[in-house]
C-alpha cells in the first residue's frame, strides 16, 4: 500500500506541476483543461496523504500489538517453565507463536506508472512540432460558411497589417467570396515545415479539439524568403496569393513574405 500511495502523491504532483505552476499543460491539452488539472492533482495529493497518515497510524498500532503478543508468549513460556519444574499442568498451553501475514510483493508493477510522471517531471516533452505535423493528417477544408458567418467576417485593413490565425487566413483563402484578403497585409505565427517543392516552405501550427492526441495540421505556403530551421517559431508578414479557379480538396494557401521574423514559442502552441 505505501508504493501505492507514494505513486498516487508522484502523480498528483506532476498534475499541479504542469497545470497550477507552469503552463506546461498547453503542450499536452487545451487551456480550458487547467482547472480540471488542478482539481485533479489535488484530489490525487490530498489521498495520496490520508492514506499515508493511516498507514502510519496502522504501522503503530500493529507494532503495539506485536510487543504485546510477545510479551504474553512470554508469560505463557514462563507459567510452562514453572509447572514442569513443580510438577504440574501449565495453566494455559504454550503455542507456537503464528507467523504474521506475509504479504504479497507490494505493488511493483503500478511502479511502471511512473515513467510518465518521471517524463513530465524530468523532461516535460514539448509540444507537437515538425515531425507530427508531417505525420498527422491536415485539417479538412473549412465548412461553407453560411449567411450569418459572412456577415459577421470582420473586414481587414488595407493600411495596417492584419494578425491573423492559420485557421481564420484559410477560412477567407478557401471560401470567402469577396476575397478579402486580396491585396491585404497579413501576419500569421507558427513554426517551420519544410516543403518538398523547392522556393518555398510551409508556416504550420497544430489544431487539437481535446488534447495532442487529436491534431490536425494547419499550414500555409510561403513563398518569397528562405526558409528558416525546421521547427523555428516565426512570425510571417506577407500577401495572400490568391487561387486560381474552385481550391481542391488538397489546396494549401499561401503568401508571398515580405518579412519573415523568429519568435519564442508561444504560451498556448496549438490553435
Not at 148 to 165: E, G, H, I, M, T
Request: hydrophobic residues 45%; aromatic residues 6%; charged residues 20%.
Amino acid at each position: 500500500m505505501k508504493s501505492q500511495s507514494l505513486l498516487l502523491l508522484l502523480l498528483g504532483g506532476a498534475l499541479l506541476k504542469i497545470s497550477a505552476f507552469s503552463t506546461d499543460f498547453t503542450n499536452y491539452v487545451k487551456p480550458g483543461f487547467r482547472p480540471l488539472l488542478i482539481a485533479a492533482g489535488a484530489v490525487l495529493v490530498i489521498l495520496a496523504v490520508a492514506t499515508l497518515i493511516k498507514e502510519r497510524r496502522m504501522s503503530v498500532l500493529t507494532a503495539r500489538q506485536a510487543r504485546q503478543a510477545r510479551l504474553a508468549h512470554a508469560r505463557l513460556a514462563e507459567d510452562a517453565h514453572l509447572a514442569r519444574l513443580t510438577g504440574r499442568e501449565p495453566a494455559t498451553p504454550v503455542q507456537a507463536c503464528s507467523p504474521g501475514h506475509e504479504h504479497g510483493k507490494d505493488g511493483r508493477v503500478a511502479w511502471l506508472l511512473t515513467a510518465p510522471v518521471a517524463a513530465i517531471l524530468l523532461i516535460a516533452p514539448p509540444a507537437l512540432g515538425s515531425y507530427a505535423a508531417q505525420q498527422a493528417q491536415p485539417a479538412p477544408p473549412p465548412p461553407p460558411p453560411s449567411v450569418v458567418d459572412a456577415q459577421a467576417v470582420k473586414p481587414l485593413n488595407s493600411y495596417r497589417v492584419n494578425v491573423l490565425s492559420l485557421a481564420e487566413f484559410a477560412d477567407r483563402a478557401w471560401y470567402e467570396p469577396s476575397r478579402s484578403l486580396a491585396g491585404k497585409t497579413v501576419r500569421l505565427t507558427g513554426f517551420v515545415l519544410p516543403s518538398p517543392d523547392e522556393g518555398e516552405w510551409y508556416i504550420a501550427r497544430m489544431r487539437i479539439s481535446c488534447c495532442a492526441a487529436d491534431a490536425l495540421t494547419m499550414k500555409v505556403i510561403v513563398r518569397g524568403a528562405p526558409a528558416p530551421a525546421t521547427d523555428t517559431w516565426v512570425r510571417v508578414t506577407g500577401t495572400w496569393i490568391p487561387r486560381k479557379g474552385r481550391p481542391s480538396d488538397t489546396y494549401v494557401p499561401a503568401v508571398t513574405a515580405s518579412d519573415v521574423h523568429p519568435v519564442s514559442p508561444p504560451v498556448e502552441p496549438y490553435e
